[in-house]
């Protein structure tokens, strides 16, 4: 049973922004750091950045200084703020607890596409 929705993508120009959203259940999200991952065709899944349940967070070093991550307990909701984007950020987004073997169980959500292209 898939426990995240996730929005926010699209078309954008290099150099451009986007901000992705993820709807999460209320089972899970006051219980797991929480992550955003992406995928391109032919290649495994990445994990982007983790935000834990205190605000900790975390990011791969191809998108620090550019991306920003952010949950709002209120709406149980975890965000991706993307600046600066580059064709390479060109992906389907995810988002799921930042542990892999617990996201696999929990399933996985149909993801939002990101595209940035001139």
């Known amino acids: 049973q898939v426990q995240v929705v996730e929005s926010g993508g699209g078309l954008v120009q290099p150099g451009g922004s986007l901000r992705l959203s993820c709807a999460v259940s209320r089972d899970i999200f006051g219980i797991y750091a929480m992550g955003w991952y992406r995928q391109t065709a032919g290649k495994e899944r990445e994990l982007v950045a983790t935000i834990t349940t205190g605000g900790m967070t975390t990011y791969a070093d191809f998108v620090k200084g550019r991306f920003t991550i952010s949950r709002d307990n209120a709406k149980n909701a975890v965000y991706l703020q993307m600046r600066n984007l580059k064709p390479e950020d060109t992906a389907v987004y995810y988002c799921?607890?930042?542990?892999?073997?617990?996201?696999?169980?929990?399933?996985w959500g149909q993801g939002t596409q990101v595209t940035v292209s001139s």
């Open positions: 799921n607890p930042d542990r892999v073997a617990v996201a696999n169980i929990l399933g």
